[in-house]
T-cell receptor, first 110, second 114 residues
Framework: EAQVTQNPRYLITVTGKKLTVTCSQN?????MSWYRQDPGLGLRQIYY???????DKGDVPEGYKVSRKEKRNFPLILESPSPNQTSLYFC?????????FGPGTRLTVL | GENVEQHPSTLSVQEGDSAVIKCTYS??????FPWYKQELGKGPQLIID?????GEKKDQRIAVTLNKTAKHFSLHITETQPEDSAVYFC?????????????FGQGTTLQVKP
């Protein structure tokens, strides 16, 4: 089954404790993105990747890192999480324009 | 920067009525406009999309219209059903569609009352 998977689905952590949210797709897509969803703000792009080792900042990249060492994986790294990064995060992949979203990771930073 | 404005933020209709959600975009180079539906606890799913070379597209009860001159596009749902209740997002490509980048509207929470 074609899908985008994210782990973990829920995470509660404390300020400053490094964390990684994994994202994997099995559709051999070139493009992958990370979004955060906040009430009233819709989906805002954090980072995206056009292919292996090619990444670029989205609209809200501050406080986040990404890497794309393999085509199928695109982890999101928060080196020193802060409470304003409490949000719902989505990973997405696409061959060109139609994006397929993962189920989401709800992150709470205390 | 580029942006997409979506209205209304909430919409409540009676079952069987029509629902219309409108979006405007700022990037004149945008040429791909998808609509996503997000059900509770799930990720957004594409329900319909339109490219700049057409003005309207229909898929059963769902239709999308595009006015490139005015830079706005709309989602029309006819004969609404309770299972249409969800959050809907419009989006526009940043530049042409082969950049793989989209900018999303703020979302519309649609409630269909039985």
């Amino acid at each position: 089954e074609a899908q985008v998977t994210q782990n973990p689905r829920y995470l509660i952590t404390v300020t400053g404790k490094k964390l990684t949210v994994t994202c994997s797709q099995n559709m051999n897509h070139e493009y992958m993105s990370w979004y955060r969803q906040d009430p009233g703000l819709g989906l805002r792009q954090i980072y995206y990747s056009m292919n292996v080792e090619v990444t670029d900042k989205g609209d809200v990249p501050e406080g986040y890192k990404v890497s794309r060492k393999e085509k199928r994986n695109f982890p999101l790294i928060l080196e020193s999480p802060s409470p304003n990064q409490t949000s719902l995060y989505f990973c997405a992949s696409s061959a060109l324009d139609t994006q397929y979203f993962g189920p989401g990771t709800r992150l709470t930073v205390l | 920067g580029e942006n997409v404005e979506q209205h209304p933020s909430t919409l409540s209709v009676q079952e069987g009525d029509s629902a219309v959600i409108k979006c405007t975009y700022s990037d004149s180079a945008s040429n791909y406009f998808p609509w996503y539906k997000q059900e509770l606890g799930k990720g957004p799913q594409l329900i319909i999309d339109i490219r700049s070379n057409v003005g309207e597209k229909k898929d059963q009860r769902i239709a999308v219209t595009l006015n490139k001159t005015a830079k706005h596009f709309s989602l029309h749902i006819t004969e609404t059903q309770p299972e249409d209740s969800a959050v809907y997002f419009c989006a526009a490509s940043i530049g042409s569609s082969n950049t793989g980048k989209l900018i999303f509207g703020q979302g519309t929470t649609l409630q269909v009352k039985p």
